[in-house]
């Protein structure tokens, strides 16, 4: 290569690195963000439905006493506190898994946001003549970049689906459970 040629090529593949730079940023920042959230988002969460739950858990020993619940013979004690107990259980644990695919939807964002990423450098590298010059190429990379795309949004759908039925059964063990409690206690 002479030296106009080899200079021109090194200018192309340093528009290359700038621009793929430029169009891959906003999706780095915000897979970053996403993972951010997938923390801050968890803590709240488990916090929320923990309190609610365990509060419930908590509080059958004082309210056994207080409603005069220990007064009643043993096998009732037990029926009317251990379904009680048992759905506040179930509470914290479903609570527990909202949490997990909470996290799993935002760590899902982010791996999109950074497939998203590629797809554009991928884009910038073939406007600039860079990659994907062999047609046969550049449609194998599309589809390969289309299929984890359409993977990775389906699994977010799903992470964020099991997380609100998970969050909505906590919630509602936690209402059964104080639901059972209040209408079996006299």
């Not at 194998?140 to 984890?148: C, D, F, G, R, Y």
């Amino acid at each position: 290569m002479s030296d106009g040629a080899e200079d021109a090529h090194f200018e192309k593949w340093t528009r290359y690195l700038r621009e793929t730079r430029a169009a891959a940023e906003p999706w780095e920042k915000a897979a970053v963000e996403y993972q951010k959230f997938a923390v801050e988002y968890s803590k709240l969460l488990v916090t929320n439905l923990y309190v609610l739950n365990a509060g419930g858990l908590i509080s059958l020993p004082a309210l056994s006493v207080f409603l005069g619940v220990s007064s009643l013979p043993r096998p009732e004690r037990m029926w009317i506190l251990g379904l009680s107990a048992s759905g506040f259980a179930a509470g914290l644990v479903l609570a527990a898994l909202c949490s997990l695919f909470v996290y799993f939807n935002f760590q899902t964002h982010g791996q999109l946001a950074r497939m998203r990423s590629e797809q554009d450098k991928f884009y910038v590298g073939v406007v600039l003549g860079i990659v994907g010059q062999h047609e046969d190429e550049r449609a194998k990379t599309q589809a390969e970049l289309e299929k984890k795309l359409k993977e990775l949004g389906q699994k977010v759908n799903g992470t964020f689906r099991a997380a609100h039925v998970c969050g909505w059964l906590s919630l509602f063990s936690f209402l059964a459970a104080a639901g059972w409690l209040a209408t079996n206690l006299r």
